[in-house]
């Protein structure tokens, strides 16, 4: 048995005990076989099974369902999904702050363009085709014969 | 809220061929007499895991069921009906925990034994005695140590399971496990042979 072999052995010895069947799976079958060279080891860890056996092994009192099920007639299951909550008040804060220069940005937006202030800024093609609009009558008003003078006439 | 349990009758064998995951599904649909069948089968290590864990103190049983509570109250939380038993275990221990950190849990190592008013110096342990003094000596093991000792040798989880309980690793559970064992050594040693002889004694 290597070195390897034989430390593995003392590790399983002293965390699981003397009983190969409470060893993990790779261990027992690897190691099960070489229990005659483990010496003191061996016999430690088969003392502390021995005392450990008689350890109580207390069973719950009976009629545990029913103490269980009365408990259960009391309790209320939970949905899974997430329970509605009200944003939170700084989420709230960030979105208003948020909003606040885009407001600004509108509000500063109309006062220039009603003042002509920003039409210096914009292509003379934009301009232009706004003025001639303003100066087409799109209403036919002043086509309209003046059937008021007509009267008086 | 999905919904109550509307009855406190245990129902009848309804479940008793169901698999745990049928349970879990029936559970989570808010059928308490699937949750009472899983507690039939996996209600006693779970309580007796709070009972070493509070060296049996009267506390176990409400800590067993509020671990079943938990499951009932949110059942998804249980993906796997293979990892069931793990979940139970994970969630006593942590109520063990917290209740100990809210008021510590008189244990059996604290509560005074009955005098019989005779010296017995060389007479040997009964079996009870022995089992008394062996639990007390366990009780007052770190709460790591005595969680991996009950986890593996009482109520027989693999390495893997344990180390999933503990939520640490396979070599903290197995150094858990050596630590716990060494300490008990040590503790008992005065009175190693005693108990041994003692136990030999009664053919036990």
Known sequence: MDAVKRKRLEEVLTSYGADPARWPAADRAELSGELGVAGEALAEAAATDRLLQFASRPDAASGFEARLMARLARTAQVTTLPPLRPRPAAARMKIGWAVLPLAASLALGIYLGARGVIDSLLPAAVTNSVAAVDDDDLTGVTNVTDYSEEHVS | MAGQAGSTEVPAADFRSADDAVLLSAAARGDAGALVELARRHYQPVYRLAWRLTGG????????????????????????????????????????????????????????????????????????????????????????????????????????????????????????????????????????????????????
Do not use: C, Y
């Open chain 2, 57 to 204: 103190h009267a506390d176990s049983e409400d800590i067993a069921q509020e671990a079943f509570l938990k499951l009932w109250q949110n059942p998804q939380q249980v993906r796997d009906a293979g990892a069931l038993k793990g979940w139970l275990m994970r969630v006593a221990s942590n109520a063990v925990i917290d209740r100990a950190r809210r008021r510590p849990l008189a244990d059996i190592g604290e509560v005074p034994e009955v005098a019989d008013g005779r010296e017995r110096p060389d007479e040997t342990l009964d079996r009870t005695e022995a089992a008394g003094e062996i639990d007390r000596r366990i009780a007052a093991l770190p709460e790591r140590q005595k969680l991996a000792l009950t986890l593996v040798h009482f109520e027989d989880l693999t390495n893997i399971e344990a180390a999933v309980v503990m939520e640490v690793s396979i070599e903290a559970v197995e150094s858990l496990l050596a630590r716990a064992r060494r300490s008990l050594r040590q503790s008992l040693s005065a009175d190693w042979q005693d108990l041994l002889e003692g136990l030999n004694a009664r053919g036990a």
